[in-house]
């Protein structure tokens, strides 16, 4: 059985960080990109970064760019997100995702074929 499960949420003042991880079981790990959405209330998902984990290679929303990084740790089956110099903006759920390998399509969720259950983030200013 598939699972991806969010941990690392919560609230955070404007300007803080916070680290997102998900961990994946049930499938093979390097077989996917993993990726990273979010959804606002009254507002569409929609996807902030990726990354390839058979060769590593990031992918990021422009709206995230310089301030999220996404790692990897294949050894641990487990995907993180940095999210530093955090905005009011920046509130909503996030969802990790498994999308198809070499997938960086963040406008939408066509290519993904596994979600985890979400984590909320809230950022206050």
């Known amino acids: 059985e598939v699972h991806l499960v969010e941990s690392g949420g919560g609230l955070v003042q404007a300007g803080g960080s916070l680290r997102l991880s998900c961990a994946a079981s049930?499938?093979?790990?390097?077989?996917?990109?993993i990726g990273w959405f979010r959804q606002a209330p009254g507002k569409e998902r929609r996807g902030v970064s990726c990354i390839n984990t058979s060769d590593g290679s990031p992918h990021y929303a422009d709206s995230v760019k310089g301030r999220f990084t996404i790692s990897s740790d294949n050894a641990k089956n487990t995907v993180y997100l940095e999210m530093n110099s955090l905005k009011p903006e920046d509130t909503a759920v996030y969802y990790c995702a498994a999308m198809v390998l070499g997938s960086t399509w963040l406008y939408t969720d066509y290519d993904v074929r596994y979600w985890g259950q979400g984590a909320q983030v809230t950022v206050s200013s």
């Open positions: 049930g499938f093979t790990f390097d077989d996917y990109t």
